[in-house]
Nanobody, 113 residues
Framework: QLVESGGGLVQAGGSLRLSCAAS????????MAWYRQGPGKERESVAA???????NYADSVKGRFIISRDNAKNTLYLQMNSLKPEDTAVYYC?????????WGQGTQVTVSS
């Protein structure tokens, strides 16, 4: 249902844009979000966006990451700027579609110092 792409290896200070394509319509999704899980860490929320495009962010990424959604393309995005080594993690897309919760398979982001 959810397929992430856009991960990779980048140097500190660089940028990446993650995409999450949904097989169903996202226009009615009340909640879409990005989570991440770093090495040896628990999964944590990075950014979330409501159906009205109201976004909120973890303190660690405020001012650097931007979450957005394009309902016409059924796609969720995460623009990541000024990346730091501590942003290294597997990034997961999450969405509530027609009352059911879905996770993507994850995409690896590695930031080298």
């Amino acid at each position: 249902q959810l397929v992430e792409s856009g991960g990779g290896l980048v140097q500190a200070g660089g940028s990446l844009r993650l995409s999450c394509a949904a097989s169903g319509s996202t226009s009615s999704s009340s909640y879409m979000a990005w989570y991440r899980q770093g090495p040896g860490k628990e999964r944590e929320s990075v950014a979330a966006i409501s159906s009205r495009a109201i976004a909120n962010y973890a303190d660690s990424v405020k001012g650097r990451f931007i979450i957005s959604r394009d309902n016409a393309k059924n796609t969720l995005y995460l623009q990541m700027n000024s990346l730091k080594p501590e942003d290294t993690a597997v990034y997961y897309c999450y969405a509530v579609l027609l009352g059911l919760a879905y996770w993507g398979q994850g995409t690896q982001v590695t930031v080298s110092s």
